[in-house]
């Protein structure tokens, strides 16, 4: 369970209702208030559930995967050692597994955004057929259902039985509790400590903002700064290893385009958040990128043409002393944060 501890540095409290005790994240400097959905009010009690099904296997279909294996605590809740992750069977994924750090502001959510929520999102790697493949909710909830810890945590959290509503609920209130901001970058640029981060870091910011124009996508705002503007963009990853004309529709991936049928969206992915970047590598939507340095020579080289390229990706023109400081200044968006999140959050299966 989260450590009584690590609970106090995140939250307070207030009165006790029905179904258990209250929980208000406060937001670390350069994030805003995280929003709660009306339906889905955080407790304690849903929080350390939905951590306890974060971390079962039992959730995946032949009982070995977990979600936490997809996204590893100790490497940003994300997987730096793999492209793609590998599921059920050893079924290879389509993408990436995105990092949850912070994942509680973004929506849409998945990298063609077919989820508006984090509980609409819980269920998606539940039933894919190459991650944790089990067949339908009714499947997962009579697993559940038959374990006598999960009948007394569910009725703890929700006073009533396990559901499939009420599963997605408390996942999604466990992952909302993955906060980490106050990074240096917050230090320097929202809490004007100066010595927060150094001058080559600060020169990568002029670029960040000015030449290579990367806040076009990775917004700042004057009060707080998500570093997405949560929006869908080509850049052109991905079009060379699948073609236009590629025969079978079942093995390419489209993007966005998948979801809503535009054909402008061909190719387009959500714009991942920059914070704790520097943790959570391989990057885009296929891990096709090892390297921060590498991510900036693509940008610099203007992307990869294809017929929806975007056109905010153009040629930059940077010097290597340029992109040396432009990988300075990501690197300074990593949160101190994260160290209490990995140590609270090992895997328990």
């Keep these: 369970m989260i450590a009584l501890w690590l609970i106090g540095l995140l939250l307070s409290t207030t009165p006790l209702p029905a179904n258990g005790k209250p929980v208000v994240i406060e937001?670390?400097?350069?994030?805003?208030?995280?929003?709660?959905?009306?339906?889905?009010?955080?407790?304690?009690?849903?929080i350390a559930l939905g951590q306890m099904l974060f971390f079962d296997r039992r959730l995946s279909r032949d009982n070995t995967l977990s979600c936490a294996m997809c996204h590893i605590p100790n490497q940003g809740f994300s997987n730096n050692f793999v492209t793609t992750p590998t599921g059920y069977q050893r079924r290879k994924g389509r993408r990436n597994a995105p990092t949850l750090l912070n994942v509680g502001y973004l929506a849409p959510l998945f990298h063609d955004g077919r989820a508006q929520s984090l509980e609409d999102?819980?269920?998606?790697?539940?039933?894919?057929?190459?991650?944790?493949?089990?067949?339908?909710?009714?499947?997962?909830?009579?697993?559940?259902?038959?374990?006598?810890?999960?009948?007394?945590?569910?009725?703890?959290?929700?006073?009533?039985?396990?559901?499939?509503?009420?599963?997605?609920?408390?996942?999604?209130?466990?992952?909302?509790?993955?906060?980490?901001?106050?990074?240096?970058?917050?230090?320097?640029?929202?809490?004007?400590?100066?010595?927060?981060?150094?001058?080559?870091?600060?020169?990568?910011?002029?670029?960040?903002?000015?030449?290579?124009?990367?806040?076009?996508?990775?917004?700042?705002?004057?009060?707080?700064?998500?570093?997405?503007?949560?929006?869908?963009?080509?850049?052109?990853?991905?079009?060379?290893?699948?073609?236009?004309?590629?025969?079978?529709?079942?093995?390419?991936?489209?993007?966005?385009?998948?979801?809503?049928?535009?054909?402008?969206?061909?190719?387009?992915?959500?714009?991942?958040?920059?914070?704790?970047?520097?943790?959570?590598?391989?990057?885009?939507?296929?891990?096709?990128?090892?390297?921060?340095?590498?991510?900036?020579?693509?940008?610099?080289?203007?992307?990869?043409?294809n017929s929806n390229l975007s056109p905010l990706i153009q040629p930059l023109s940077l010097k290597p002393d340029e992109i040396n400081q432009l990988t300075a200044f990501l690197k300074t968006l990593s949160s101190p944060h994260v160290a209490a999140l990995i140590e609270n959050n090992q895997p328990k299966n």
């Design 121 to 305: 999102q819980a269920w998606g790697p539940l039933l894919n057929h190459r991650e944790m493949a089990n067949t339908s909710p009714t499947v997962v909830m009579a697993k559940i259902n038959l374990i006598p810890q999960y009948r007394q945590a569910f009725n703890k959290a929700f006073k009533t039985a396990p559901s499939k509503t009420t599963l997605a609920q408390a996942i999604a209130s466990f992952e909302r509790t993955l906060i980490a901001g106050n990074s240096p970058f917050d230090r320097w640029y929202y809490g004007h400590q100066e010595e927060a981060i150094n001058q080559t870091a600060k020169k990568g910011f002029s670029l960040f903002t000015g030449k290579a124009n990367c806040i076009r996508c990775h917004t700042i705002n004057q009060k707080t700064a998500l570093l997405t503007d949560q929006d869908f963009h080509n850049t052109g990853i991905g079009t060379r290893s699948h073609k236009a004309n590629t025969p079978d529709l079942k093995k390419r991936d489209l993007g966005r385009f998948e979801i809503t049928g535009n054909p402008t969206d061909r190719g387009r992915y959500k714009t991942p958040t920059l914070r704790n970047i520097a943790l959570t590598k391989p990057y885009m939507h296929n891990g096709s990128i090892n390297s921060l340095e590498q991510v900036i020579h693509f940008y610099n080289n203007g992307g990869i043409t």
């Design 27 to 46: 937001p670390h400097l350069g994030l805003p208030q995280l929003a709660i959905p009306d339906n889905n009010p955080l407790t304690t009690e849903k």
